[in-house]
């Protein structure tokens, strides 16, 4: 009598009517399985469970799936594991098998581990976390640390990111605000250009420190402070208050250009120890790329026309006004303005007045005809004066636009013989 020796349960001690092949082909899947279950039972557990709702299965979802008093399915993506596939009905095991052994299913605990060791990578060699969206790393060029980056501030704005994930990120320099990196990067180039320049902001809008482009990031930043205060683009108020503790003046209300022309100024005071007398600097001094000699003497003679924050501070580096300068610009502005309509009678005057003693109306660019004018005073007496009437240039200037006057001018130019009209 054969023995059953061996035999499976239930066949008698009967060999079964299948063949080697045959019962390899049962046997794999459930060996595979069993494997899969013996190196994470979370994972087959979960795969075998409908989801008829459709939708992925992760965070609480997943710890239903997987049953109660079992953690290994952490919420907000903390040993969370996401179902690849939806299944609509139970799975038989061999089914299950043969797609398992068909597909390799990466957790996200090594996931996770493959980001992080990208950004610790980063880190070490940049020392920080500012990454570009688009950048991909590795060895091979094809990991897209920005994006994996980026998808891990979601998942922490939206409170599902692990909080001792959140602490790993934080030891590397992780950017939660993007807007605040730049900013503070912006800061401290800012306080870098500022030790340079006498602490002073006032850069021009190409200036570059460092490789950053300081002049336009300044630039931005007033700008955002004329948008009112919570609509999109304004300026926080705590960064404002940054910049003001390096330069309370970075932000004028006065042109930056003002603001540029009087940092330059004091740089010349500092030079001087403070020993400089601005009424006896030459005109044409030229300091720092700025006409220095021009400017201070147009705020000595302007005085009366500044904000009295602007005399400020020109006071504090020994700048004052000039009562004769002040006296002559306030006669020149008192007198009455000339119109467009004058200043074409005057120039036609003086046209008709060089052709009678040339006899031809070829004036050279830079002449100047003198010409007696009547001219009436404050108190309405009238007296006669002689201007300089740049002639060759207001001949030039109406020829330019002579689509814009009227015929009866044309005809008047015509008369003394002036071709073009």
Not at 58 to 85: D, H, I, W
Not at 217 to 244: F, K, M, Y
Not at 404 to 415: F, I, M, N, R, Y
Request: hydrophobic share 40%.
């Amino acid at each position: 009598m054969t023995s059953s020796r061996g035999m499976p349960p239930g066949t008698g001690g009967l060999l079964p009517l299948t063949s080697p092949a045959e019962q390899t082909s049962r046997t794999l899947p459930r060996l595979q399985i069993t494997a899969l279950r013996s190196h994470d039972a979370k994972v087959v557990e979960a795969l075998a469970v409908p989801q008829k709702s459709g939708k992925r299965t992760k965070g609480r979802s997943a710890e239903a799936a997987v049953g109660p008093g079992q953690s290994g399915v952490g919420a907000g993506g903390s040993g969370a594991f996401t179902l690849p596939v939806r299944f609509q009905t139970p799975v038989d095991e061999n089914v299950l098998a043969l797609f398992i052994a068909s597909r390799v299913l990466v957790g996200e605990t090594q996931l996770w581990r493959e980001g992080i060791g990208h950004a610790r990578r980063w880190f070490e060699e940049t020392g920080g976390l500012d990454v570009p969206y688009s950048a991909l790393v590795g060895e091979m060029g094809n990991y897209p640390l920005g994006k994996w980056l980026s998808d891990r501030r979601g998942e922490n704005a939206a409170g599902e990111l692990a909080s001792y994930r959140v602490e790993m990120l934080d030891a590397l320099g992780m950017i939660w605000s993007v807007s605040d990196a730049r900013f503070e990067a912006g800061l401290d180039w800012a306080r870098v250009w500022a030790k340079g320049h006498g602490g002073s902001l006032a850069a021009p809008a190409r200036a570059s420190v460092g490789g950053y482009a300081i002049g336009t990031g300044l630039s931005e930043l007033r700008a955002s402070v004329q948008v009112p205060a919570g609509e999109q683009g304004s300026l926080a108020p705590e960064r404002r208050r940054a910049l003001e503790e390096i330069d309370p003046w970075w932000c004028p209300i006065w042109p930056i250009t003002w603001q540029r022309a009087y940092a330059t100024a004091r740089l010349w005071w500092l030079d001087t120890d403070g020993l400089v007398d601005w009424t006896a600097l030459p005109v044409d001094t030229v300091f720092e790329g700025e006409q220095l000699g021009r400017w201070v003497k147009a705020q000595r003679a302007g005085w009366p026309g500044l904000e009295a924050d602007q005399r400020d501070l020109l006071s504090a580096i020994g700048i004052e006004a000039d009562a004769e300068l002040v006296a002559a610009k306030a006669a020149a502005e008192a007198k009455p303005k000339v119109s467009r309509t004058d200043r074409f009678a005057q120039g036609l005057a003086a046209l008709a007045q060089f052709v009678e003693r040339e006899r031809h109306p070829r004036v050279p660019r830079p002449h100047k005809e003198p010409l007696e004018v009547s001219v009436t005073g404050p108190g309405g007496e009238e007296s006669t004066e002689v201007v300089h009437v740049g002639l060759g240039t207001w001949l030039n200037n109406q020829k330019a636009r002579r689509a814009k006057l009227s015929p009866g001018q044309l005809a008047q130019l015509a008369e003394h013989g002036v071709e073009w009209a």
